[in-house]
Every structure is written in C-alpha cells, then in structure tokens.
C-alpha cells in the first residue's frame, strides 16, 4: 500500500509516498481502508521535531519511524478474530483515545487520565496510509449522510474543544466566550460548539481574511495584526470581560487571554503551539478568581457526544482543503504557513 512513512526529522522535503506492505489485522483489530485522514500539530511535529528544540510533545517525542495520521474515517476492509458487531463494508470513524481499559480512571470513563493513555496516529501506526490496522473498540459507524471528509475532520479537535469548553470549564447559555487560534481546527471546532451552546463567541484570528470568515461562522472576529493587546477589545466588546476563553496557543497569548476573563473566569488550556512558558503574573489569576483548566484531548464518553452532534450536523466541521494524500507536502506547507482556516484533510 501507499503510505506517508516519517523516517527523520526535516523539512516537507522529507515526506514521500511509499509502498510498504498493507498491515494485518490480529485478534480485536480491523483492517480500514482510508478515505480521508485529517492533519493536525502532531502530523507536523512528528515531521518537524520540536521547533527550536522545545519539548511541545506532552508525553515524549514519537518514535520514528511513524506513518502519523489521528483522524481517519474509512470502510472496513477486514474483521480479525473476536471482533463482534462490524461488517467489511462499514463505513467507520477511527476513536484516536488509546488506554489500558482497568485502571481507576479508565473505570471512571476518564480515559484521558490513565497512566497508559495514548493517541492513535502518534504512539501507533495512524492513517497517512491506504490502509490502516486500529483496535475494534475504537471504531465507530458513520451514517450515510455524513461525508469521509467531515468524519475525518472531526475527532481530535471536536473531543479536544468539547472537553474543554463543555465538560470542564462547562460553558453556558448566554455567556461571552473568547476562542484564541479560532482558525484552527480546534479554533473552528470550538467556535461551533460555543455557538451550539448559546454563547456569544469571540473569535481571534489572524488577518481580515480570516476575520471574515469567522464571522460568516457567527462569531464576532477579533483580528490579532490589528489588535495584538486583544484583551483591550474584549473588554470594549464585553464590558467586564468573557466568562469563558479556550487557548491552544500557550505562551505567545496567555497573558493577554488570561487578561481577557472577567473575575472568576473560566481559562480552559489544550495545547502550547505558541510555547509553554508564558510570562504572567500569578496576581492577575488568583486576585480575581480566575480559575485555569487543563483539558488535553478528551474522554470517550467526550467523543462519543460531540461525533453525535456531528453526526446529526448540529455540528459541522469546516473544511479549509481537501487534497490527494499524493499531495502531503502541500499541505504541511499550508499548514506551517497558517494559511488555513479549519482542517485540511488528505484522500489516498
Ligand atoms: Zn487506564
């Protein structure tokens, strides 16, 4: 089969297509043909490396070599031994949460917090590929009416804005929320979400291009090249500031985000692509009761809720480009240039 293999770290000049042999399912595996696999930071990095030799990986650099790949949706080619319930033929969304199943946190369907959690696509082999080998239990049948391409684009960054805005920092009805990076596929996820929710969503991004295309997505845009301190626009937009902000960014926005919540103040933090070290000071949090949420990815019972919702597209997942997974390079480059708005998804 053809496959997107990283071999070493570099430029997009490293990746190729290969032929490798296609995977075999073992037992409580399938074998899923893939028809669309989306790309995300951990695609990039595992290519890349950490950028200027910073740690951005939470639990250790992936080994290499590694086919990436988190977000697939495909068909099911073939059924290994002991898997009851799925059929070749099925069209099926790929649950990228790998855990042990038996600790105390497991048990508590908190998956997320097993001492052996792991994502699919960087500690095992992902769907850059033809094929791809993943647990039964992390399958997960997609109706008729939902296209590989939007299943593709939804697990990683749904789970991961769905965890953060609903279940943790627990968004209500009515409040102002802020999404930093709202491009992003966790940006764009969230800006949906925060909408479905009946929040009134302000959206930063980048640019009056993208600007306007937050605001076709019902958010009231923020545009950072114009407003760097963004905090200062909040606080004209809101008055006392957003009840909730969401921040996958990290570092490079942290002290302005955190700035931007009003007194008590919900921080829901899910990533660190703008660095890990933020300049703050600690006042600014605990003198007004600011609380700071740590939501990495999510549960399953977290992606179970928010595919629902994209199955009966409530939620609808924004597409920047789609692209033959011939064209791998091109869309790392787009992706490292942030010229996109949503996911870019990749078709072998
Ligand atoms: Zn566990």
Same mark, same amino acid.
């Given at each position: 089969m053809k496959a997107?293999?990283?071999?070493?770290?570099?430029g997009i000049d490293t990746l190729r297509l290969e032929d490798i042999p296609t995977p075999r399912p073992g037992g409580g595996q399938m074998l899923v043909r893939v028809r669309a696999v989306a790309l995300n930071? &951990?695609?990039?990095?595992?290519? /890349?490396? #950490?950028?200027? =030799?910073? *740690?951005?990986? *939470?639990?250790?650099? *992936?080994?290499? #070599? &590694?086919?990436?790949?988190g977000d697939v949706a495909g068909v099911v080619e073939a059924v290994g031994s002991g898997v009851p319930g799925l059929a070749a033929g099925d069209r099926v969304v790929v649950n990228p949460i790998l855990s042990c199943g038996q600790c105390a946190s497991c048990l508590a369907g908190e998956q997320s917090m097993c001492p052996d959690y792991r994502i699919y696509g960087e500690h095992i082999p992902g769907g850059m590929a033809e094929y791809t080998v993943v647990p039964a239990a992390n399958v997960l049948r997609i109706? %008729?009416?939902v296209s590989f391409e939007q299943a593709a684009a939804a697990p990683v960054c749904f789970t991961t804005a769905w965890r953060g805005l609903m279940t943790v920092a627990r968004l209500a009805a009515g409040e102002d929320l802020l999404i930093v990076g709202a491009s992003g596929g966790v940006?764009?996820?969230?800006?949906?979400?925060? !909408? &479905? $929710?009946? $929040? !009134?969503?302000?959206a930063l991004v980048r640019g009056a291009g993208k600007a306007a295309k937050a605001t076709a997505l019902g958010a009231v845009a923020i545009d950072r090249s114009t407003s760097p301190q963004f905090s200062v626009r909040v606080r004209e937009i809101t008055g006392a500031g957003v009840h909730v902000a969401i921040d996958p960014v990290g570092a490079a926005?942290? *002290?302005?985000?955190?700035?931007? &919540?009003?007194? =008590?103040?919900?921080?829901?933090?899910?990533? $660190? /692509?703008?660095? %890990? !070290?933020p300049d703050i000071d600690i006042r600014e949090i605990y003198q007004r009761h600011r609380k700071i949420f740590g939501a990495p990815m999510g549960s399953v019972g977290d992606f179970l809720t928010v595919m629902g919702l994209v199955f009966t597209r409530a939620l609808v997942p924004v597409l920047h480009a789609v692209l033959p997974l011939a064209e791998i390079r091109e869309a790392h480059r787009i992706f490292e $240039? !942030? %010229?996109h708005f949503g996911k870019i998804v990749l078709v072998p």
């Open positions: 997107v293999v990283i071999r070493e770290h570099g930071n &951990l695609d990039i990095w595992a290519r /890349s490396g #950490p950028p200027g =030799g910073r *740690p951005v990986y *939470p639990w250790g650099r *992936p080994r290499l #070599p &590694l086919i990436t790949g109706p %008729e009416s940006g764009t996820a969230a800006v949906q979400i925060g !909408r &479905l $929710a009946g $929040a !009134r969503v302000l926005t942290w *002290p302005e985000t955190i700035r931007s &919540l009003r007194p =008590g103040g919900r921080m829901a933090i899910c990533g $660190a /692509s703008g660095g %890990e !070290r $240039a !942030r %010229e």
